[in-house]
């Protein structure tokens, strides 16, 4: 018996009751109304979806089914040592609603070990590549070539009840996050040492393992992957990746499209590969600067020489949030505990002094304040992962948490095919013309 799977069902059950009941009565509500700035603007803001996993605030941050990130800190099982949380909680918390005990999380763990086998052709896809593909493709491309052992493929071609569909999503999601860390390691020792693989430690956590498969060895190194992929795991549904994995599921994609699609949203330079850019910026800042250790007021000079050459400063602004991301605080607050004196953390914490000022006088920034992506390059390169191209991928093992977790829950509540109406630039001038005449 699988008792997450068992416990999904009978909580998806219960909510796809009270949904029907919901839109019987109130589907013709307006709750929301859209402006010509949105249209155009990217449909910021605009409320187009439902994603159960998780919910963003502009001021508070995430939260997890209602857990703040220095909440989940405290309340979800933990690494060996206590100290760090272990992601498979929170995979367990976004699933189902609940905080899972110590013996449910152990259970996931040696569910996801059964899991982790990937299939020999992936391996032959990757080494098919050239060397020097950037991981984000080589991550992608694996992803997409394991679609040949999806269980909702095979059960749809079968012919299976629409009440059924969440119920394939589940093996599939399950026996996908399984493995994201064997493929990610691969790729890494692939590109950057030489093919020198690692084999799986199965007596380890899925983090755990993960790092001993990177080949970083060292207890803070494997609380730091706790830490990263529990902070990494959603952020509502919004976001490009998120909603890419949404969007292609609508279709009745499989879990492995679906994330596939999810991923190479995440690979463009205004998402996951933002933090690549981070640490790639710091350091030519140090070479321009000729120092290990600048100043508050030497930092401050090349930002604002950065800003005068109409280019942005990485890792700042988001487009939700308007305080300092809890994400970028909790890696503060890891960094703080393990490795405080750390001369490019220590520039990471004089940026953060130093940049919002700047950015709230130029008075059109509504949000100066550091993301995600802002520190994350800096715990990396402290442990000896240096290769910047790489950060995303780490980024996309956590980020499969949480949109699989929503996937299977837009199967179970029966979602439709997403299909926005789009207008034209004609359209819309015609509409204008209306209105003024009507006025």
Known sequence: M????????????????????????????????????????GARGIKTMIWETSQLDPIEGIRFRGYSIPELREVLPKGPDGKEPRPEGLFWLMLVGEIPTEQEVKWLTE????????????????????????????????????????????????????????????????????????????????TYHNGDHISPDVS????????????????????????????????????????ATHLVGSTLSDAYYSLAGGMNALAGPLHGLANQEVIRWIFKMLDALGTKSPSKEQIADYVNSTLSAGQVIPGYGHAVLRQPDPRFMAQKRFAEEYIKDDEVVKVVWKIFDVVPPILESLGKVKNPWPNVDAHSGALLVHYGLKEYSFYTVLFGVSRALGVLSALCWSRALGFPLERPKSVTTEWVKSTLAKMEQEA
């Not at 069902?9 to 109304?33: C, Q």
């Not at 970083?216 to 992957?225: A, P, R």
Request: glycine letters at 6%; charged letters at 25%.
């Open 111 to 190: 569910q996801w070990l059964t899991r982790s086998h990937v299939p020999e052709h992936t391996f032959k896809v990757l080494d098919s590549l050239p060397v020097n593909t950037h991981p984000m493709t080589q991550f992608s491309l694996a992803i997409a070539s394991m679609q040949t052992e999806s269980c909702f493929a095979r059960r749809y071609d079968e012919g299976i009840d629409k009440a059924d569909y969440w119920d394939p999503t589940y093996e599939d999601t399950m026996n996908l996050i399984a493995r994201l860390p064997r493929i990610a390691a691969y790729i890494y020792r692939r």
């Open 2 to 41: 699988d008792p997450l799977k068992t416990k999904f069902n009978e909580k998806a059950t219960a909510l796809r009751t009270e949904i029907r009941a919901m839109l019987k009565e109130h589907g013709n509500k307006k709750f929301d109304e859209v402006t010509l700035k949105q249209i155009y603007g």
């Open 204 to 243: 380890q956590d899925w983090s755990g393992n993960f790092a001993h498969m990177l080949g970083i060895e060292g207890g803070d190194f494997k609380n730091l992957m706790r830490l990263y992929l529990t902070i990494h795991a959603d952020h509502e549904g919004g976001n490009a990746s998120a909603h």
